[in-house]
């Protein structure tokens, strides 16, 4: 099941933040241009559109400031089935994203799954970066960090009725800030990172999964990761064609098997991002929130 309708967020106040960059090792203070990453994010939107798919544009507020509001996977996710999620964040500086009248607007014909209360215990999910949903089999993947806590997963899925899957996965010994960093679900692909998961029962179990779910494997390695071929997404258009949404970064770190895979049943688009990813530490897939 693929989004044909996406939801982004431009921002106001776009720049580094240094709160996220204590566990968030894409960013980069410096040597980026935050104009020419507000022109970045008007061009993603355009090329969406003129591909066919439907992207509901909401606008920033000028104040409170929030430099990650380009990010609203984060903190706001719409399930199949007219379910909204709404979710706690680790940075006390990006939960005023969540704009109450946005929140109330779309749950008007949608039932609200409000997990923000584990925010009081230090327990995080962060929507879509947190989690890998493979709804055709009620499935969702979560590999474990500072921003991706079991028990908030385990009360989402409760709710939802989904199988969770969690693992771990690490940068030497540090662990991905989110998983959409090392892993991404296609219809019939999966991009993941497997090398970053340490050998053992655990990855044996989540290779075993994904290959009864007959998605072909798309493996990438560290480098690929860190250049942000594991934050893609599949999306679909209004007319039912398929596509793979990249950064012109992870493109150019794709290799050529990998993209003809990715090709068997998808056209590409490829967006240059590389000042959102360098001041934000987030890539394409960051920017966009699916809408079921």
Request: net charge negative.
């Amino acid at each position: 099941m693929l989004a044909s309708s996406i939801l982004m967020v431009k921002p106001k106040n776009f720049g580094f933040n240094p709160e996220t960059a204590l566990d968030n090792e894409f960013q980069h203070n410096g040597h980026a241009d935050v104009n020419a990453a507000l022109l970045e994010f008007d061009r993603v939107v355009e090329t969406l559109r003129s591909a066919g798919i439907e992207v509901e544009l909401k606008e920033d507020s000028d104040a409170p400031n929030k430099p990650d509001a380009i990010f609203p996977n984060n903190w706001v996710a719409f399930l199949p089935n007219q379910r909204l999620a709404t979710f706690p964040m680790k940075a006390e500086n990006r939960r005023t994203e969540r704009r109450a009248e946005w929140v109330e607007e779309w749950s008007k014909n949608r039932d609200l799954i409000d997990l923000v209360d584990y925010e009081n215990t230090n327990q995080f999910l962060e929507g879509t970066g947190s989690i890998i949903f493979d709804h055709d089999n009620k499935m969702a993947y979560m590999a474990r960090s500072q921003r991706s806590s079991d028990e908030p997963l385990f009360e989402l899925c409760q709710k939802i009725d989904y199988q969770p899957y969690i693992f771990n996965a690490y940068n030497g010994s540090n662990p991905f800030y989110h998983t959409n960093v090392v892993m991404s679900l296609g219809e019939n692909a999966v991009v993941l990172a497997s090398e970053t998961i340490a050998e053992g029962v655990e990855k044996l179990a989540l290779l075993e999964i994904l290959n009864a779910t007959r998605k072909q494997l798309i493996d990438i390695n560290l480098d690929q990761v860190l250049m942000f071929c594991g934050n893609v997404l599949q999306v679909m258009n209004k007319l039912g064609e398929r596509f793979w949404v990249m950064s012109e970064t992870a493109h150019q770190a794709f290799n050529q098997s990998q993209l003809d895979v990715m090709k068997k049943d998808s056209g590409l688009i490829i967006v240059n991002v590389e000042n959102i990813e360098k001041i934000g530490g987030g890539g394409i897939r960051c920017m966009m929130a699916e809408v079921f």
